[in-house]
């Protein structure tokens, strides 16, 4: 099966998009051909992210916001508050934000790739029931579900473009008049995202398909990371 016959069956059929991978994982080069694809497009999206007015002056201000909130809070002196406010106007007329999004394009995308292949293999090893599970098999799941991610990083960044906004996404956050990312209920509806869900499905699947694993270990083994993830993610924002 093609790359491509793959790609076609994640929308179609999901499952059969790791048809055979267990046999016969993806080659090194078509894994680098699926990161080095997954860069370029991470990277034109943050250009485009960060290039937008809209979005680039909210999160501006959303950072400006918490260097005032510490300041208020006693937590930094006022002094340094200013110092860091004024280098935050600096980065913000700068093209630093537009530097820094391209390299963690590639450096995120990198060290992401192999991070979710190796929690991979260790959960289809830990509770999958085949006996051999190659590093080369986990990054074919990964490497798959990545493909979808190259749908889901063009719809997503169109949609906050399209809003104006850095936190919209398909998902209930829609029907939030004024969003609160120090509000847990607005945090929860923003994360509910149909495309990330839609991602991790893939994910659930692949690792369903070629660990043999049941609905209830794949799901779980996948969602429950994800939702840590997502409080440690709203516990940092919240600061």
Do not use: C
């Amino acid at each position: 099966m093609t790359l491509l016959d793959r790609l076609i069956n994640l929308f179609s059929s999901p499952g059969s998009a790791f048809d055979g991978l267990d046999e016969k994982p993806l080659t090194a080069g078509t894994v680098v051909l699926v990161i080095s694809v997954t860069i370029v497009i991470s990277s034109l999206m943050s250009v485009w992210f960060t290039s937008d007015p809209d979005i680039s002056e909210q999160m501006r201000s959303v950072q400006i916001g918490k260097i005032q909130k510490q300041i208020e809070q006693g937590k930094i002196p006022a002094e340094q508050g200013q110092v860091m406010l004024a280098q935050m106007e600096e980065f913000g007329d700068s093209n630093m934000a537009l530097v820094f999004g391209i390299v963690g394009a590639v450096f995120g995308t990198i060290l992401f790739f192999f991070l979710i292949s190796l929690y991979v293999m260790v959960m289809a090893k830990f509770i999958g029931t085949v006996e051999q599970y190659p590093f080369s098999l986990a990054m074919s799941v990964t490497a798959i579900g990545f493909m979808f991610g190259w749908v889901q990083s063009l719809v997503g960044t169109a949609i906050k473009i399209s809003m104006g906004d850095m936190y919209a996404s398909i998902s209930p956050y829609l029907v939030i008049s004024e969003y609160d990312h120090s509000n847990l209920v607005h945090y929860v509806l923003s994360q509910a995202d149909l495309l990330m869900i839609a991602y991790l499905a893939i994910l659930i699947i692949g690792l369903k398909v070629t660990a043999r694993m049941s609905w209830t270990g794949s799901a779980l083994s996948i969602a429950i990371p994800y939702m840590i993830l997502a409080f440690v993610g709203f516990v940092l924002n919240s600061l």
